[in-house]
């Protein structure tokens, strides 16, 4: 899948979004090693509009100065592309698409707020902007990786262009287990020897057949869904993959073999999600699949809900947009799948009408870490680069996922659930119902399409809707 694009300015001296600052610490001035970059780079730009505007050269070699042209475009393609801006963002230390604004940051269910001590502060520098970013860099990042041993029976020894649906939900299940077994309020060392615990879980994410979630592994539970090397799917198809896979390591080990440590429930409607009506989240049904994998020895155990959605035709229906930027605020929050047509990302936080995310699209390369390496570099699995993007830009198809430790924090999840859906005006995202039996609407105004970014849901002319919350 393509990166997604630069949206910064960097010509408007206006915009809220125009702020530099280096990966280890923000700053408004430029060393002079970022100047001379920042030179060359302006110039090579220059270089190539002369280049193609010269009507002197294209008078008298036009043959050659259509070749040259077609040259200068793809170079000018690169010099724009997504590589060039990683490499704007870690030579010149530029953090693209920060606001300047001092609202309310939320990351993953915790808020952090910007408190300036004096009016000529930027909000980059200070300290609430500090603690989200050592949040936010400590969150797991999944890109893409080349180099790892072929997929299968195919050649595919890189997942680049296709894989981000899959490193996006690597990186929410990372999260979960973060959570589960090291707590929210985690922070990865600054120095080694790391946790064991987050070792672990970053071994379980290698590129091969001997780490549990790998691409490897995951492909292959979803093949009924779609899922092929070199074939990308959507949302949908991509929580049911995770199901699967949990399904079969359950049933494959012994009981005492927590190596998958929660239950996983897919919130979905009529039909099991394919057509019509809200997502129904059902207390019965969570119960009965927390009873499942616990093998009947306990009446509840973690449970990983995914709640995939498609919340417009070409665009997220405006009504959604408030509703979506409320789950951030859940403590029990995992983000969403989500981005833009055709690009998969991970969106973990929310400030105003933007949300921050992790971008899968950088190509590096494969690393596996031994669980027992407390040494190993895991810098690759990190990211000090935030970025944001519009709320209302981020495609219709997505998937929220949350994490509830046990029963006490199911509860509060479905309080909170139940309360967001009542202030939706007749349009939640999902309804809590207590069984299956409850009486349901007949609104048919969602569709989870099985999973391409380009699912279609109703027009602005159904915004009537009246899913009953029980």
Known sequence: MKNIPDR?????????????GSETGPSNRKSPKSSLWSGFLVSAFSVFDSHSQSKVFQKKNQE??????????????????????????????????ISNSVSDMWLLGVCYKICLEDPSQEPVNSSGYASFSEDFSSRILMTYRKG????????????????????????????????????????????????????????????????????????KPGESYALAPGSWVGPYAMCRTWETLARCKI????????????????VSGDEDGERGGA??????????????????QADWSPLLLLVPLVLGLDKVNPRYLPLLAATFTFPQSLGILGGRPGASTYLIGVQDDKVFYLDPHEVQQTVNISKNNLEADT????????????????????????????????????????????????????????????????????????????????????????????
């Open 8 to 20: 910064t300015d960097t010509n408007s001296t206006d915009s809220p979004d125009r702020i530099c």
């Open 64 to 97: 050659t100065s259509t070749g040259n042209h077609g040259w200068t475009a793809a170079v000018k393609r690169v010099m724009n592309g997504g590589s060039m801006r990683r490499i704007q963002e870690r030579v010149l230390g530029y953090k693209t698409n």
């Open 148 to 219: 790892f041993v072929s997929i299968g029976d195919s050649k595919y020894t890189s997942d680049v262009n296709w894989g981000c649906m899959l490193r996006s939900s690597q990186m929410l299940v990372a999260q979960a287990l973060l959570v589960h077994r090291l707590g929210r309020p985690w922070r990865k060392p600054l120095h080694q020897p790391f946790d064991r615990d987050y070792i672990e879980i970053l071994h379980m994410f290698g590129d091969s057949e001997d780490s549990l979630f790998s691409i490897h592994n995951l492909l």
């Open 251 to 266: 049933e494959n080990n012994e009981l005492e073999d927590k190596t998958f440590p929660m239950a996983i429930y897919i």
């Open 279 to 296: 997502p129904v989240l059902c207390i019965e049904d969570a119960s009965r699949i927390c009873s499942e994998f616990s093998r009947n």
């Open 379 to 470: 810098s690759s699995y990190h990211c000090n680069v935030i970025r944001q993007i519009p709320l209302e830009s981020i495609d219709p198809s997505l998937a929220i996922g949350f994490y509830c430790r046990d029963k006490d924090d199911f509860d509060d999840f479905c309080s909170r659930a139940s309360e967001l859906a009542a202030e939706s005006n007749g349009a939640p995202l999902f309804t809590v119902t207590e069984a299956r039996h409850s009486p349901k609407s007949s609104s048919t105004s969602r569709t989870h399409e099985a999973d391409s970014f380009d699912a279609a849901d109703d027009a602005e002319g159904s915004a009537q809707d009246e899913w009953q919350l029980l």
